[in-house]
């Protein structure tokens, strides 16, 4: 993976801890996952093109669903979890 570079709102990200307890930097981590998954999130796609990474977290021990956009060349992180859907799409393109 190419140097990528990663922004987020604060609030967001504290609320995001509180409530999936998950941080954004963690959720980087999903991105450098060589069999990561990349797919368009078509319902909260009104705006701006939205994104969700499937991807390993740091220990390799639970898959995270990371949403994103592209803003200015950067990777900005609107939320980040471990969440059952996003699995279950990742084992199956993985065939795991």
Same mark, same amino acid.
């Given at each position: ?18 409530? $999936? $307890? ?21 319902? $909260? ?52």
């Amino acid at each position: 993976m190419s140097e990528a570079t990663f922004e987020w709102d604060e609030r967001k990200n504290l609320d995001n801890q509180k409530k $999936h $307890h998950v941080s954004f930097y963690e959720a980087q981590y999903a991105f450098l996952d060589p069999n990561r998954i990349i797919a368009e999130d078509l319902k $909260h796609s009104q705006n701006e093109k939205r994104y969700y990474c499937f991807g390993l977290d740091e220990e390799e021990s639970g898959i995270l669903t990371v949403r994103f956009t592209y803003r200015s060349g950067r990777i900005r992180i609107i939320g980040a979890g471990y969440w059952r859907k996003g699995k279950k799409i990742y084992e199956q393109k993985n065939k795991i």
